[in-house]
C-alpha cells in the first residue's frame, strides 16, 4: 500500500514569497491533516480535513496561510506571504476516518530566509 | 485536551529494554493513550494505543496504571534502529485530534 506522498521535500524561499505544499494521502482515506513542525517542537495541527470539507482549522493563520482539498483527494497548502517564522516542516497526513489511525507522510522542509 | 510530560531524553545501550513513562495527570474518562515514533527527516508513526491495563502488539507494550495519570511505553530489546523520538499524546479518540508534546529523544548506543 502507497503511503502518503508530499512534494516538494524541501523548498527555499526568501521572505514575503509565496509557496506552495502538495499532498496525496492514501487512496481511500476520507481524512487529511496538514501539520507544522517547527524544529526542536512536536507537530501542531494546521488544518482538518473530512473529505473535501474542513473540519478544524483554528490554529491556521488565515492572513498568510490556506488550504484546500477540491476533489476530497489531494490537497495543496499555501503561505503567502511567508514569514522567517515559517521555516519549518510541513506534514501531511491522512485516516481511513477521523476515528482512525493517523499515516504521515516525509514531510516538506520549509527554510525562508 | 489532557497535558502530557515526558523526559527530554534518555539513553540506551543495543539490547536492554527501555521504559518511557508520561505523564496525565488530567486524562478525561474517554481519552487513550497513544504513542508515536518519529525518525529524522520523517512523519511520526504510530505504535501503541490503550486505554487501561496493559496492551502489548509486535513493535512495544504500553503499560496503564488503575488511576490512568501515568502510562509507560516499554520497547524490548533496543537495537540502533531505535533511536527516534517518541510523543505520549492523550485525547480522545473519537476525534482524534492529536496534540504533541516535545517528545522524548531516545539514543541507542552500540
Known amino acids: 500500500e502507497a503511503g502518503v506522498a508530499q512534494s516538494p521535500r524541501y523548498k527555499i524561499i526568501e521572505k514575503r514569497q509565496s509557496v506552495a505544499f502538495w499532498c496525496n494521502p492514501i487512496?481511500?482515506?476520507?481524512?487529511l491533516y496538514w501539520y507544522q513542525q517547527i524544529l526542536g517542537q512536536g507537530p501542531k495541527l494546521l488544518i482538518q480535513?473530512?473529505?473535501?470539507?474542513?473540519?478544524?482549522d483554528s490554529q491556521l493563520p488565515k492572513d498568510r496561510f490556506s488550504a484546500e482539498r477540491l476533489k476530497g483527494v489531494d490537497s495543496t497548502l499555501k503561505i503567502q506571504p511567508a514569514k522567517l517564522e515559517d521555516s519549518a516542516v510541513y506534514l501531511c497526513?491522512?485516516?481511513?476516518?477521523?476515528?482512525?489511525?493517523?499515516?504521515f507522510g516525509p514531510g516538506t522542509r520549509l527554510t525562508v530566509l | 485536551l489532557a497535558k502530557t510530560t515526558q523526559p527530554i531524553s534518555m539513553d540506551s545501550y543495543e539490547g536492554q529494554e527501555v521504559n518511557i513513562t508520561c505523564s496525565h495527570n488530567?486524562?478525561?474518562?474517554?481519552?487513550?493513550i497513544t504513542w508515536y515514533q518519529q525518525f529524522p527527516s520523517q512523519g511520526p508513526r504510530f505504535i501503541i494505543q490503550?486505554?487501561?491495563t496493559k496492551v502489548t502488539n509486535e513493535v512495544a507494550s504500553l503499560f496503564i496504571p488503575a488511576d490512568r495519570k501515568s502510562s509507560t511505553l516499554s520497547l524490548p530489546r533496543v537495537s540502533l534502529s531505535d533511536t527516534a523520538v517518541y510523543y505520549c499524546?492523550?485525547?480522545?479518540?473519537?476525534?482524534?485530534?492529536?496534540?504533541f508534546g516535545t517528545g522524548t529523544r531516545l539514543l541507542v548506543s552500540p
Open positions: 480535513f473530512q473529505n473535501n470539507g474542513v473540519v478544524d
Open positions: 490503550g486505554y487501561k
Open positions: 499524546l492523550v485525547g480522545d479518540v473519537s476525534f482524534q485530534k492529536l496534540v
Open positions: 487512496s481511500g482515506h476520507a481524512t
Open positions: 488530567n486524562i478525561a474518562t474517554n481519552d487513550y
Open positions: 497526513a491522512s485516516s481511513l476516518d477521523s476515528r482512525d489511525t493517523q499515516y
